[in-house]
Every structure is written in structure tokens, then in C-alpha cells.
């Protein structure tokens, strides 16, 4: 029937699952801009079958990290379980960066230094979602500052993902100690008037395109 692909020969199921193992590694250690000779490398295959598989590096993005991100689903599903919303809340977030940390190809990607494929941009709109949740339930318990806002998750990734990419050889757990310092003001009865609003979402999608 007109319009439908074949089906992958077996060799050639095997050599993308070789792929898409191997990025997830090499870009889990290294981050992002790794070369694709690498992982064509580690995988044992050449670069042109991993273009043919895969013709743009995005691609690979897509194959491997909504499946990494699906980790997050199920620490939003625990903190919206936790009865104490703060403590929900900082579940949360520690569960996130907690992530980032453990792997920097994830870690560039949610601080988007590279453009999101298709699949990982939605993926981090369904997250950011579930973060507007958690912030709700903790700001009606009283527990999270009232002027805080979504858009000020996304620069905090920003930071953190910076912290954590710096650090990450040397003092692979110095992002928990800085993350400690921004929660504590984080509570609502630490709140003080702030000089600057929030970022409006218009300028978080413009920074981040």
C-alpha cells in the first residue's frame, strides 16, 4: 500500500537499538555535542548506518530521552501523593535536578542548549504542566511563597544546569548544597518583596528558542 514504510530488516533493528544504547551513554557522560562518531563507535556500526537511521542529531534526541523523562512522571505522581504539599514540592524539584545531574545529555537538554526534537519538547511541556500543579497545591497549603512563579523553575534550570555541569567531575553532589540555600527561600515565611517581576512567558519561550 502506497505510503507505508517497510518494516526494518533484523539487522537493521539491531543496529538502531545498538544506537540509540550507545547515544543514550555517550551522551550521558558527555553531554549533547558529542560526536556522533562515537556513539557510531561504541555502537560497533559506521557513521553512515547511523545517519541512515538517524540523519540529524535531534533524532537521537528523540529516541532517547522521552523515555528518560518518563523517570519525572513518576516523581510528580509521588509528590502529588505526598500529603504535605511543601514536602511534595521539594520532592519534586530535588527529583528533577537529581536527574539533570545523573545524566548530562538530560541536563543540556532541559537547560536547552541544543533545540528539542518534536517528541522531548513534549514531553517537557507535559512536565511543565505537572510542575504548575505541585506549585498550586503548595501555595494554597501556604508552604511556597506566593510570588513564585513557573517561569522561575526554568531559570533555576538554567543555573542549576550550569552548577551541575561545572561541578559535575570534581563535586558531582555541590549542586544539593546549592539547591538547599534556594529552597529555604523558597518558603513562605521567608518571603521578601522581590525588585523584579518574574519573566513573563513570552520571554521564557523567546530566551529558550
Same mark, same amino acid.
Given at each position: 500500500?502506497?505510503?507505508?514504510?517497510?518494516?526494518?530488516?533484523?539487522?537493521?533493528?539491531?543496529?538502531? %537499538?545498538?544506537?540509540?544504547?550507545?547515544?543514550?551513554? #555517550? +551522551?550521558?557522560?558527555?553531554?549533547? /555535542?558529542?560526536?556522533?562518531?562515537?556513539?557510531?563507535?561504541?555502537?560497533?556500526?559506521?557513521? !553512515?548506518?547511523? @545517519?541512515?537511521? *538517524?540523519?540529524?542529531?535531534?533524532?537521537? +534526541?528523540?529516541?532517547?530521552?522521552?523515555?528518560?523523562?518518563?523517570?519525572? /512522571?513518576?516523581?510528580?505522581?509521588?509528590?502529588?501523593? /505526598?500529603?504535605?504539599?511543601?514536602? !511534595?514540592?521539594?520532592? @519534586?524539584?530535588?527529583?528533577? *535536578?537529581?536527574?539533570?545531574?545523573?545524566?548530562? !545529555?538530560?541536563?543540556?537538554?532541559?537547560?536547552?542548549? *541544543?533545540?528539542?526534537?518534536?517528541?522531548? %519538547?513534549?514531553?517537557?511541556?507535559?512536565?511543565? /504542566?505537572?510542575? #504548575?500543579?505541585?506549585?498550586?497545591?503548595?501555595?494554597?497549603?501556604? !508552604?511556597?511563597?506566593?510570588?513564585?512563579e513557573p517561569q522561575d523553575v526554568v531559570t533555576l534550570m538554567w543555573a542549576m544546569s550550569q552548577v551541575i555541569r561545572e561541578s559535575a567531575d570534581g563535586a558531582p553532589d555541590a549542586w544539593r548544597r546549592c539547591l538547599g540555600f534556594f529552597l529555604d527561600g523558597l518558603r513562605a515565611e521567608a518571603a521578601r518583596p522581590l525588585p523584579v517581576p518574574a519573566l513573563t512567558p513570552e520571554q521564557v519561550?523567546? +530566551?529558550? %528558542?
Amino acid at each position: 500500500m502506497a505510503g507505508k514504510s517497510r518494516p526494518l530488516r533484523a539487522d537493521a533493528v539491531r543496529n538502531r %537499538d545498538k544506537l540509540v544504547a550507545a547515544a543514550a551513554a #555517550v +551522551f550521558g557522560e558527555r553531554g549533547l /555535542d558529542a560526536p556522533l562518531e562515537e556513539v557510531a563507535r561504541r555502537a560497533g556500526v559506521s557513521i !553512515g548506518t547511523l @545517519y541512515n537511521h *538517524f540523519p540529524a542529531r535531534e533524532n537521537l +534526541f528523540d529516541a532517547i530521552f522521552p523515555a528518560r523523562l518518563a523517570a519525572l /512522571d513518576e516523581i510528580v505522581e509521588r509528590s502529588l501523593a /505526598d500529603p504535605d504539599p511543601w514536602s !511534595g514540592f521539594v520532592a @519534586y524539584i530535588e527529583g528533577l *535536578f537529581a536527574l539533570q545531574a545523573e545524566d548530562r !545529555g538530560l541536563n543540556d537538554a532541559l537547560a536547552r542548549r *541544543f533545540p528539542l526534537a518534536p517528541e522531548l %519538547d513534549t514531553a517537557c511541556h507535559r512536565g511543565f /504542566d505537572h510542575l #504548575v500543579k505541585i506549585m498550586a497545591r503548595a501555595k494554597e497549603a501556604g !508552604g511556597l511563597r506566593p510570588d513564585f512563579e513557573p517561569q522561575d523553575v526554568v531559570t533555576l534550570m538554567w543555573a542549576m544546569s550550569q552548577v551541575i555541569r561545572e561541578s559535575a567531575d570534581g563535586a558531582p553532589d555541590a549542586w544539593r548544597r546549592c539547591l538547599g540555600f534556594f529552597l529555604d527561600g523558597l518558603r513562605a515565611e521567608a518571603a521578601r518583596p522581590l525588585p523584579v517581576p518574574a519573566l513573563t512567558p513570552e520571554q521564557v519561550a523567546r +530566551f529558550m %528558542d
